[in-house]
């Protein structure tokens, strides 16, 4: 009986288009109620879901702004070390990437004569990333590749093959709700992917500078940021130089030479150049003559490892 009386409460709590319900033929009342009561709960959940998807669709939006900001500052930190484009590649997704740094110490002593050098020199790196997730949208089955995507523009106007993704997400807002909502959870974690991949190439392009600050500790000087300009043909003194004279780029004695020999290009005279540095730029990081012997080695700094044995060696030459 309570239960009847609830079902029957008088028609002000429900909304007007269901106290308008006809009681359909051979309804007894209960049964007219508990009809009343789903269309009611049915209406309430509608007007629930629709709310649910409506906080789903901004939450997203704000999540996507956020990711969008993040990746192009990460690009327009990565995009000037590509020199390689996607478009210059037999798939069409990959780019190459180059960096210059301070790769390798080398340590070497060749006579007790000379003292014991610790050097290094730039080099360059090169690195091959996929661009995949920047140049194309997922597979067909998508929502996302049913919407052409706007291109990136170059500094002279002309359509790279790189998607812009702010405009593709200012061009999602026409979408009806019903779409944007499966819409932009696929935008979402295409763009995550995006992040992913950008953050993997920002994080190889930084390491260089990370080895930069390391070896400026662990010698305690300064060092130039490697460039390219630090790499190419490095002649030592103009003219003919004598074999008791060291190198002013690598440090050694001339007689160790190894009699390479090259026409000076400013007096057009004989000079010598040092086989360890062809084609480099040495920076002295340090030396020590209180060591006998000869000796050479060489430590990765891209290696772990082999930052900690260098700062061992350090620790002891100058102990």
Known sequence: FIRFLILTTSTKLFP?????????KGDTEYEHALKRRKLLVSELEG????????????????????ILTTNKEIWDRCKGSMTVQPSETDTGKCAVFTCYEYRFVQVFRDTDDEPLKVTTKTVCSKKTFDLSLLVGLSDESCLLSRVSP????????????FIDYEKFFENSSILHESVMGPFLVELKSHLE?????????DSWLVYPHDTLRFLENLFEITLETPASEHIGVKYCNCGINNNSLRCSHC?????????????????????????????????????????????ETEFDMTDDLHRRRLQKFVAFINA
């Open 251 to 295: 440090g050694r004695v001339y007689r160790h030479h190894k009699n390479l020999s090259i026409l000076c290009s400013i007096l057009g005279e004989e000079k010598f150049k040092c086989r360890k540095c062809k084609n480099d730029e040495m920076v002295v990081l340090g030396s020590i003559d209180s060591l006998p012997g000869k000796f």
């Open 16 to 24: 007007q288009s269901i106290s308008d319900m006809q009681k359909s």
């Open 150 to 161: 706007p291109f990136l523009k170059d500094d002279s106007d002309k359509e790279t093959v």
């Open 47 to 66: 007007k629930q879901n629709a709310s649910r998807v409506e906080t789903s669709i901004e939450s997203n939006m704000r999540a996507i702004r956020a």
């Open 193 to 201: 992917g995006v992040q992913v991949c950008l953050g993997e190439i």
